[in-house]
């Protein structure tokens, strides 16, 4: 079954430290990826893509085809990162579901 | 403000009743999708139209059902509320099926 894991529901970092935000995922064929975030009081927005290979905001996040991963990293975490993220593969195959992670809620503490 | 639109902001109904939730998609994106946000289980994909058409299903129970009407809004109805549905239900929409989502501010129910 295609599925997507994000093994940490909850990471606290401090400011300046780097962080990492696991993402797993188990589907056929090459799934295309995103990572979304939600801050405070605020509606999901994408953060980055990995088709579009950018950096947003200081995240960066490759695609590990062999360990099957894709994790959001930042080198030096700030207090504005706090918020929930979720990973979100697509898949190419027509038809088939968005289906998001878990959700991980990044804590920067000052 | 990414453009879609979620009415009503919230909603608190009691055990047993009916609500409609309603979402207006961006100008020009054809697909939508409907999602449950709650403590315990996080975001939850529902359901997914494109231009009217049922596109992909998700966990979503029989007493929830939805819709996407000729101009492209769509409607979730949830029925036989129970204490569990209390949630934030989000709305999103997309220009074609795999593209970047816009997410509604979501509708927050409170069942009593």
């Known amino acids: 079954a295609q599925r997507v894991t994000q093994p940490e529901k909850l990471l606290s970092v401090f400011k300046g430290a780097p962080v990492e935000l696991k993402c797993n995922y188990s589907y056929s064929g090459s799934p295309e990826l995103f990572w979304y975030v939600q801050y405070s009081r605020q509606r999901l927005q994408l953060l980055l893509r990995h088709i579009s290979r950018e950096s947003i905001k200081g995240f960066t996040a490759d695609l590990n085809k062999g360990e099957t991963s894709f994790h959001l990293k930042k080198p030096f975490a700030q207090e504005e990162d706090s918020a929930m993220y979720y990973c979100a593969p697509h898949s190419d195959n027509a038809g088939n579901m968005l289906t998001f992670g878990g959700g991980t809620r990044l804590m920067v503490k000052p | 403000d990414s453009g879609v639109t979620q009415t009503p902001k919230h909603l608190i109904t009691a055990t047993g009743q009916r609500v409609t939730l309603r979402c207006s998609p961006r100008?020009?994106?054809?697909?939508v999708y409907w999602y449950q946000q709650s403590l315990d289980q996080g975001l939850q994909f529902l359901i997914q139209y494109y231009n009217g058409e049922e596109r992909a299903k998700g966990n979503i129970l029989e007493r929830f059902s939805a819709q996407q009407f000729p101009d492209l809004h769509s409607e979730l109805n949830l029925s036989s509320l129970e204490l569990g549905d209390s949630a934030l239900y989000f709305c999103?929409?997309?220009?074609?099926?795999?593209?970047?989502?816009?997410f509604g501010p979501g509708t927050r129910l409170t069942v009593l």
């Open positions: 100008s020009g994106d054809l697909s």
């Open positions: 999103a929409s997309s220009v074609a099926i795999h593209n970047e989502q816009f």
